[in-house]
């Protein structure tokens, strides 16, 4: 069967002025990912659309942001902020391309809505609707445009709150402003809609009368309020990061992964991890983390750019930044920071390290307290540790250096030079212990402490 093919219209023109931002609202982020980019790959992820974006004025990193999710997005610009009717008429050269095709209206603030709903929305279509309306049930309906419904449950009308009657207002079921249309000439029926209310608006949500005045048929496809909670304020953009991460870990959960705590785990867009994962609380993932099949990550660790290979031990208390690739039953652990460092399988650095730049082969031992010097103030140099070898505690390894496979470093050495493999290397200064020295310098100290209270 052949794929009907669909427009998304993905209306981002809003300023965000109550987001106190100089960013353009629909760049603000959730899970790391800016709303627009998640309304634009969730319209992606539907087999046979095509994206337009209606942007504002001046709005270019709207612009370079739609484009870097969805290559082949257009890009209309809403020359003034007119209405919801006057923002799809911005994109009427698309429109028109699509005559009497699927059109599907987002917005690019409403980051939550789920592929599944928008099906939904569109096989309200295939069972003859010509404009299918998203509804949902708020507990405080105030501020929403209300859904009308006739006796035989079609949609007469969306009453905007400013201008409904008593009645109206106290309808529950409301709406989302997301809209499906299969509608020929879609944009002259738009072009009918008047601003004849309490704003002075181009109202999309009046298409619904002009459309049953042309004998076509409406109606409603409610989902839960949160796929279409909008972002207006920071507060919002909370509560709507609160719900993806909710849902995100509840996915990972019926996957097969372990959080000891969900609640204080917090994931990105693109958090990649396997089965039999076990996770403690108070876990934050970062951008670009792949977690393999069996790692165990203990708590209050800090992890992004990095990937974690089977079985591995990470924490607690353990940050890993970009370029940290941690093999198989590698242990990293309480206070050890990682950075653009390889670990072969095996190896182990369970305390109070930095890592930065290098690579530490399989079954190396790296001893508390070491401290890879890659940076020079001017350039980054990298370590390179062999596998099997071991770093005692307390040890500088200062870059460029290799340390041979198997190698000994005694502790407490500043190594500045290649070791060989299977060598011991040792760089210390000679221990000299004088008696009686520390009994005449308190002697003197007390003297000096007498004298000056005199």
């Not at 299918?132 to 007469?156: E, N, Q």
């Not at 042309?214 to 309020?225: H, M, N, S, Y």
Request: with cysteine; proline share 4%.
């Amino acid at each position: 069967m052949s794929v009907r093919p669909c427009l998304f219209v993905v209306l981002a023109a809003g300023k965000g002025t109550r987001m106190k931002s100089s960013l353009p609202k629909v760049l603000h982020k959730v899970a790391g990912q800016s709303m627009l980019a998640h309304v634009l790959t969730t319209a992606s992820r539907i087999e046979g659309g095509t994206i337009a974006v209606v942007a504002g004025p001046q709005m270019d990193a709207v612009a370079t942001e739609a484009v870097r999710v969805v290559p082949g997005a257009r890009i209309f610009e809403q020359s003034a902020q007119l209405g919801t009717a006057d923002a799809v008429l911005a994109a009427k050269p698309a429109l028109d391309e699509q005559d009497g095709g699927d059109v599907v209206v987002l917005f690019a603030d409403t980051p939550l809505v789920r592929g599944e709903v928008i099906e939904r929305l569109r096989a309200a279509l295939d069972s003859g609707a010509n404009i299918a309306v998203l509804g949902f049930r708020p507990k405080d309906p105030t501020g929403y445009g209300r859904l009308l419904i006739d006796d035989r449950g079609a949609l007469t009308g969306i009453r905007e709150e400013q201008d409904a009657t008593a009645a109206e207002r106290a309808i529950g079921l409301c709406n989302s402003g997301v809209m499906a249309f299969r509608v020929p000439r879609l944009s002259e029926l738009l072009s009918r809609i008047g601003s004849a209310n309490a704003k002075g608006e181009y109202y999309l949500t009046d298409a619904i009368e002009i459309a049953r005045q042309q004998g076509l048929k409406a109606t409603v496809v409610e989902c839960d309020e949160s796929d279409v909670l909008g972002v207006n304020t920071r507060e919002q953009l909370a509560v709507a990061e609160g719900i993806w991460q909710a849902r995100a870990r509840s996915a990972f959960m019926r996957d097969g992964v372990t959080m000891v705590a969900p609640e204080t785990v917090w994931l990105n867009f693109d958090t990649r991890i396997a089965s039999d994962v076990s996770i403690e609380p108070n876990v934050i993932f970062g951008a670009g983390v792949t977690v393999e099949e069996g790692a165990q990550i203990l708590g209050f660790c800090h992890i992004e750019g990095a990937t974690i290979g089977k079985g591995a031990r990470i924490g607690p208390f353990a940050r890993f930044r970009p370029g940290a690739r941690i093999g198989a039953n590698v242990h990293i652990g309480n206070f050890v920071e990682v950075k653009n460092v390889t670990l072969g399988e095996g190896a182990k650095a369970n305390h109070l390290s930095y890592l930065g730049d290098g690579s530490v082969g399989a079954g190396a031992n790296i001893g508390a307290g070491t401290i890879f010097c890659n940076y020079d103030g001017y350039n980054k140099e990298k370590t390179e540790i062999g596998d099997g070898a071991f770093i005692g505690s307390n040890t500088s390894l200062v870059a460029p250096v290799k340390i041979g496979a198997g190698a000994y470093i005694g502790s407490g050495s500043v190594i500045t030079k290649d070791v060989s493999p299977g060598a011991l290397a040792i760089e210390r200064s000679a221990q000299e212990e004088r008696p009686g020295w520390a009994e005449k310098f308190r002697a003197v100290m007390s003297r000096r402490k007498a004298a000056q209270k005199r």
